[in-house]
T-cell receptor, first 113, second 112 residues
């Protein structure tokens, strides 16, 4: 596609359930980022993938959060045993490489009830 | 700690006037700076970027100024229009790290 595609666009889940959020980056982009944005707040870095290098996981808030990127393209962010404080917009972005323009998707709005 | 801060959380501008959004950064090692615009319910949209070897860069109706001496970044929007209403984020990237650090954002509102 022409842009970064994220799914689902909206997800309501019960506390304690696991959720998976998907990101399909722009074709040819080797770098992929996940950020989290709480209501009215800035963007919190979660994880960064660059080609075949080991991902930078330094922003993941707890071991309930994990992400993988298969075949250097699609990425999945998994949140296990969701908590109410996980409610936020999860944004994915991609770029050709580090310090290249980063393009964001529209985000996945997660609500934990 | 590492941070990118904004001087004003909200900015109200008369339609047609120029807007100036300011940002301070704390890490002198940062070598890449970006401005994003985020409209309600949407993902951030790239506006303009600048590298540390430059002090000014112009786009269509927008100009970014970088002052490395005082670690200050600004976004100037000429002839502000109603469609410019959004939250604007500055961001920085360090030369030795991968992640991009975002500021908390400035909301720009346009008075008719």
């Amino acid at each position: 596609g022409a842009g970064v595609s994220q799914s689902p666009s909206n997800k309501v889940t019960e506390k304690g359930k696991d959720v998976e959020l998907r990101c399909d980056p722009i074709s040819g982009h080797t770098a992929l980022y996940w950020y989290r944005q709480s209501l009215g707040q800035g963007l919190e870095f979660l994880i960064y993938f660059q080609g075949n290098s080991a991902p930078d996981k330094s922003g993941l808030p707890s071991d309930r959060f994990s992400a993988e990127r298969t075949g250097g393209s699609v990425s999945t962010l998994t949140i296990q045993r969701t908590q109410q404080e996980d409610s936020a917009v999860y944004l994915c972005a991609s770029s050709f490489g580090r310090s290249d323009t980063i393009y964001f998707g529209e985000g996945s709005w997660l609500t934990v009830v | 700690g590492e941070s990118v801060g904004l001087h004003l959380p909200t900015l109200s501008v008369q339609e047609g006037d120029n807007s100036i959004i300011n940002c301070a950064y704390s890490n002198s090692a940062s070598d890449y700076f970006i401005w994003y615009k985020q409209e309600s319910g949407k993902g951030p949209q790239f506006i303009i970027d600048i590298r540390s070897n430059m002090d000014k860069r112009q786009g269509q109706r927008v100009t970014v100024l970088l002052n490395k001496t005082v670690k200050h970044l600004s976004l100037q929007i000429a002839a502000t229009q109603p469609g410019d209403s959004a939250v604007y984020f500055c961001a920085e990237q360090y030369s030795s790290a991968s992640k991009i650090i975002f500021g908390s954002g400035t909301r720009l509102s346009i008075r008719p």
